[in-house]
């Protein structure tokens, strides 16, 4: 998808035990393209390593080469559908 995600949970006000979903940011291809972009979110909620940008920076160049494996390559047509045709 080319992106980085953020989620935010906190306890749920009235439900013991589960938990409230506060953000939720990177669901949609190249929406959160770079390691900042997630962290410029994140940061609003928690205080962050000063060296994560450089950890996720890291691993996504790690995972360039890497083809899909099944799971990915069975969601694609989901993500990205093929416009209609006529």
Do not use: N
């Amino acid at each position: 998808m080319a992106t980085f995600f953020v989620q935010v949970l906190r306890p749920h006000p009235t439900m013991k035990g589960e938990e409230d979903m506060v953000e939720w940011q990177g669901t949609e291809p190249d929406e959160l393209p770079t390691a900042a972009s997630a962290i410029e979110i994140a940061a609003r909620y928690a205080d962050l390593p000063e060296d994560l940008g450089a950890k996720l920076e890291t691993d996504r160049l790690k995972t360039l080469g890497t083809a899909d494996g099944p799971a990915q390559r069975a969601v694609r047509p989901f993500q990205y559908p093929a416009p209609p045709c006529g």
